[in-house]
């Protein structure tokens, strides 16, 4: 067995057998090098065919994780709000406040620690100067300390979160309601119009990571999806080249 499949093999049982849970972070490619007597090349292909497994993802400026189970992926899957909209997405900040987190913030992330911050955004969201979704969300500066200096102005909230923050388990609620005028102000419609809203709520093991509120206008989104089976299991013994 080569050196990097027998990195690979080491991660992947201890993945395999629950000692590694999803949303744990692995050694960086450094600390591989330094563990095994390897060379950095080695151990970076180790982690790239884990990557090509589906077992880990990489995380830019954050690391190598353990990925959720395929199915439980495509049950609780995070969207990047960027790629749903397409071409022209462009944001906009309307509101950021950093506070000691209220009863209110308690209720909508679930439990915090004592003393606890957040950070509060208001975003809208636009595809050619028409506005397509209003986004109010709360961070836990205790799980996303790093959020405390972002301003995002090169990447809506949600994306930045995608690209540094592993999460393992969502929770999801969706809704119809009718805009009061200041839902309706910022989105461009007339109050009382119908709008599709999206509470969504994610974890890091069992502490919460971010509550979002996306507010949709009705008229402008259709919301539809394709399944198929899961794919037979492979057969004991049988395994990827």
């Known amino acids: 067995m080569t050196r990097h499949a027998a990195i690979r093999a080491e991660i992947e049982a201890r993945i395999l057998s629950g000692a590694l849970r999803p949303g744990d972070k692995l050694p960086s490619e450094a600390e591989l090098v330094s563990a095994h007597g390897v060379a950095r090349m080695t151990a970076s292909r180790a982690l790239a065919d884990l990557v090509a497994a589906g ?4 995380r830019r400026k954050a690391g190598s994780f353990v990925a959720a189970p395929r199915a439980e992926e495509a049950l609780l899957g995070i ?3 960027r790629a749903t909209i397409g071409p022209g997405h462009r944001h906009a900040v309307l509101s950021r406040a950093l506070r000691a987190a209220t009863a209110e913030d308690r209720a909508r992330l679930g439990a915090l620690p004592g003393g606890a911050r957040v950070l509060a955004l208001r975003v809208r969201h636009e595809a050619g100067g028409v506005a397509m979704a209003l986004e ?3 961070i836990s500066l205790h799980a996303v300390p790093e959020a405390r200096a972002e301003i995002f102005a090169n990447s809506p909230p949600g994306s ?7 999460w393992t388990e969502a929770e999801h609620r969706i809704s119809a309601i009718t805009a009061d005028a200041e839902t309706a102000g910022l989105l461009g419609l007339a109050p009382g119009a119908a709008c ?4 969504r709520r994610s974890f890091r093991g069992a502490e919460a990571v971010t509550a979002v509120r996306l507010t949709y206008p009705g008229d402008r ?10 794919r037979e299991a492979p057969q004991p013994g049988i395994r990827d080249a």
């Open 55 to 58: 077992l880990v993802v990489r």
């Open 79 to 81: 969207p990047d709000l």
């Open 136 to 138: 109010d969300r709360l």
């Open 160 to 166: 930045w979160l995608l690209d540094r923050v592993p």
């Open 196 to 199: 599709l809203v999206l509470d």
């Open 221 to 230: 989104h259709a919301f539809t999806g394709r399944s198929r089976p899961l």
